[in-house]
């Protein structure tokens, strides 16, 4: 079993910054692609990012260029930096994990963007 622990959410103004993280408990398996989803009150949850354990990385069309997703193998994190937020990012933000064929999922953190 896995555990993701995901920090960094929180309310930010309109323009502005913030970097989420996760940390997956140890596993005797090496974790492979990592990803963080998000899911706005109404809406399905969807993919904002991911990254696999080579460091090839894809984004959602809305966040390219804002949203930079990277890992630590050595400390089992993945971050998410999020620039120039706009109150369309306002979701749940879950961390995600691939472990020989099963997928874990954080408990997830909010990030509110709202003057």
């Known amino acids: 079993q896995v555990q993701l622990v995901e920090s960094g959410g929180g309310l930010v103004q309109p323009g502005g910054s913030l970097r989420l993280s996760c940390t997956a408990s140890?596993?005797?398996?090496?974790?492979?692609?990592m990803a963080w989803y998000r899911q706005a009150p109404g809406k399905q949850r969807e993919l904002v990012a991911r990254?696999?354990?080579?460091?090839?990385?894809n984004y959602a069309d809305s966040v390219k260029g804002r949203f930079t997703i990277s890992r630590d193998n050595a400390k089992n994190t993945v971050y998410l930096q999020m620039n120039s937020l706009k109150p369309e990012d306002t979701a749940v933000y879950y961390c995600n994990a691939v472990v020989r064929l099963t997928t874990y999922w954080g408990q997830g953190t909010q990030v509110t963007v709202s003057s």
């Open positions: 140890r596993s005797d398996f090496g974790i492979g692609a």
């Open positions: 990254i696999t354990s080579g460091g090839s990385t």
